[in-house]
């Protein structure tokens, strides 16, 4: 019968995250970008493909030999025509274009203006022969210029890959307009050459699109699949599954976990919660971000093990503490046997520490060591050690890309783990303590907790009005997003 009732449970415990990890049983991070989010998105590539767009030279050089009524056969050339500027005056994006994961993108109504050399020569053969030749500039002007891309967007080996599905651009009308003596044969020119240089315009601009978008890809691929965050840990930026296309918004998932950076050690198993991440009809800003309390835990784990959650402390803001005389009351056969003698705490966490998420506050429990050492005529004596749990109640923040966060004590507890100065009770000690948590150990934690850890989202990008909610075992955190470029 135990045995029956032990396999239910792990049945229980194993099956729901097992069809989980087809989707994202790894993913600890989601990222949703919500419509204005990829609205955001679409017009900072355009305004990104315009700016890396132009000046560009188009290629070709054009030439013609055209028949003029009664004046005869004149050459004419067109050479080294420059696109300028190009504006777009509106664009669309429309995400898992007909369900086939692709990504369109429309501009329409763009506008250009073009520059070029215009040539031409004029041989007669008559009685008095003779030749003219002259050349000029002349600016173009593109109006009605419609741009449709087709973005394939796949899920590739814990990153994304972008590919140039369709592109083409459109050219409705273009104007020339000719400087210098040309005008006579402005029409001949229009009929020799329009066609060719918008046909030119077309096939030259939707080339550099596509060009454009490969770049953007290998660029992607060349992002770190971990990000560092100091020289103990990293954040695994890991893809976990595709993109998952939701309405008018779009959702990634991150492994999200911190790693060790020199054992390489992947990270024991962390079970995340099944309530959903981030939904998009609550989400108003751009970007929405959640974090599984796993990350923090994973950060926690990460950070004990490479024993830096250790803390030798010398100076305190009243320093008398710090010295044998303090305790002569309180502990007075420390003041007995090192009489006068200055003191140090080695402090140490005992497990890594585990943080808990619930909707209105965060709360961590630390179990630490705390031995006492004296400092007798440069020996480092250990006198004692006190057990110290605890618990406190914090809040999470976001300074500029980063997510810190602000611990506050709520109670604790002392007891003695051994003493090789005899038995004291932990009562005694109880207030010294609550002044030492209070004065030292809460700030200087604090002070390694504001700056916290770099938030995964693009080099360039910068979150704005961050807000942050907290729901059963994750942080969510809603977010404009402003471009300041790379
Ligand atoms: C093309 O035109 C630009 C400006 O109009 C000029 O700076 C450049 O020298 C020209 N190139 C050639 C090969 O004529
Ligand atoms: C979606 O599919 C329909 C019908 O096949 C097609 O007419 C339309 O052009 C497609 N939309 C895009 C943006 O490709
Ligand atoms: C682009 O827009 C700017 C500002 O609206 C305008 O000054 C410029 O002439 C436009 N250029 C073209 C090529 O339409
Ligand atoms: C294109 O338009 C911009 C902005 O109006 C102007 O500064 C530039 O001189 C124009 N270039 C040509 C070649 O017309
Ligand atoms: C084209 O025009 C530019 C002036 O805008 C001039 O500097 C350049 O030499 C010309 N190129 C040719 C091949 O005539
Ligand atoms: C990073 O995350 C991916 C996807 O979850 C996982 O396969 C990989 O092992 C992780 N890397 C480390 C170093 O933990
Ligand atoms: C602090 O105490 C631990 C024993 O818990 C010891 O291994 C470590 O060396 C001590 N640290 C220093 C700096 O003395």
């Known amino acids: 019968m135990a045995t029956i009732i032990h396999f239910i449970l792990i049945a229980l415990f194993i099956f729901p995250t097992h069809t989980l990890s087809q989707s994202n049983d790894d993913g600890f991070v989601s990222l949703l970008l919500s419509e204005k989010g990829v609205n955001f998105a679409k017009d900072v590539l355009i305004e990104q493909a315009i700016s890396s767009l132009a000046p560009l030279q188009l290629p070709q050089v054009f030439k013609k030999s055209v028949r003029i009524p009664i004046i005869g056969n004149i050459n004419m050339g067109a050479s080294n025509v420059t696109i300028y500027q190009v504006n777009v005056s509106s664009s669309?994006?429309?995400?898992?274009?007909n369900?086939?994961?692709?990504?369109?993108?429309?501009?329409?109504?763009?506008?250009?203006?073009?520059?070029?050399?215009?040539s031409y020569s004029y041989h007669s053969w008559g009685f008095f022969p003779f030749e003219i030749t002259d050349q000029g500039v002349a600016s173009i002007q593109v109006e009605g210029m419609d741009v449709k891309l087709n973005i394939g967007l796949e899920y590739d080996g814990g990153t994304l890959k972008l590919s140039p599905l369709k592109c083409g651009c459109l050219v409705k009308d273009i104007a020339i307009i000719l400087d210098g003596g040309l005008s006579w044969l402005y029409q001949g020119f229009i009929n020799a050459f329009g066609g060719q240089i918008r046909s030119a315009v077309e096939s030259t601009i939707s080339?550099?699109?596509?060009?454009?978008?490969?770049?953007?890809?290998?660029?992607?691929?060349?992002?770190?699949?971990?990000?560092?965050?100091?020289?103990?840990?990293s954040l695994n930026v890991t893809l976990v599954n595709k993109p998952l296309f939701e309405g008018s918004s779009i959702g990634l998932e991150i492994n999200g976990l911190f790693t060790a950076k020199e054992s390489g050690v992947v990270s024991k198993y962390y079970h995340k919660n099944l309530e959903s991440s981030v939904n998009s009809p609550s989400l108003q800003k751009m970007l929405g971000i959640s974090l599984d309390q796993a990350v923090f835990n994973s950060a926690s784990d990460v950070y004990f093990k490479a024993d830096s959650l250790r803390w030798i402390v010398e100076k305190v803001p009243d320093q008398s503490y710090l010295n044998t005389n303090r305790w002569r009351y309180i502990v007075p056969q420390l003041y007995k046997k090192y009489p006068n003698d200055n003191m140090r705490l080695n402090i140490s966490f005992s497990t890594p520490p585990f943080l808990k998420i619930h909707s209105d506050e965060i709360d961590v429990t630390i179990y630490s060591d705390m031995i006492i050492e004296v400092l007798n005529d440069d020996e480092i004596i250990p006198v004692a050690c006190i057990s110290v749990i605890v618990k406190a109640s914090g809040?999470?923040?976001?300074?500029?890309?980063?997510?810190?966060?602000?611990?506050?004590?709520?109670?604790?507890?002392?007891?003695?783990?051994?003493?090789?100065?005899?038995?004291?009770?932990?009562?005694?000690?109880?207030?010294?303590?609550?002044t030492f948590i209070k004065t030292a150990a809460l700030p200087y934690a604090n002070s390694r907790l504001t700056k916290g850890f770099p938030l995964p989202i693009f080099r360039g990008f910068t979150l704005q009005n961050a807000d942050l909610i907290y729901r059963r075992s994750k942080i969510m955190i809603s977010t404009d997003v402003g471009f300041t470029g790379s």
């Open 92 to 97: 669309s994006i429309t995400l898992n274009n």
């Open 99 to 118: 369900n086939t994961g692709e990504i369109s993108i429309v501009a329409s109504g763009a506008t250009a203006n073009l520059s070029m050399n215009w």
């Open 207 to 233: 080339d550099k699109i596509r060009e454009g978008i490969l770049k953007l890809d290998s660029l992607l691929q060349t992002l770190p699949k971990e990000v560092p965050v100091d020289d103990i840990a």
């Open 395 to 434: 809040y999470a923040k976001i300074t500029e890309n980063n997510l810190g966060g602000h611990i506050d004590m709520e109670d604790f507890d002392l007891s003695l783990k051994w003493s090789k100065i005899g038995n004291f009770h932990m009562h005694l000690i109880e207030s010294l303590m609550r």
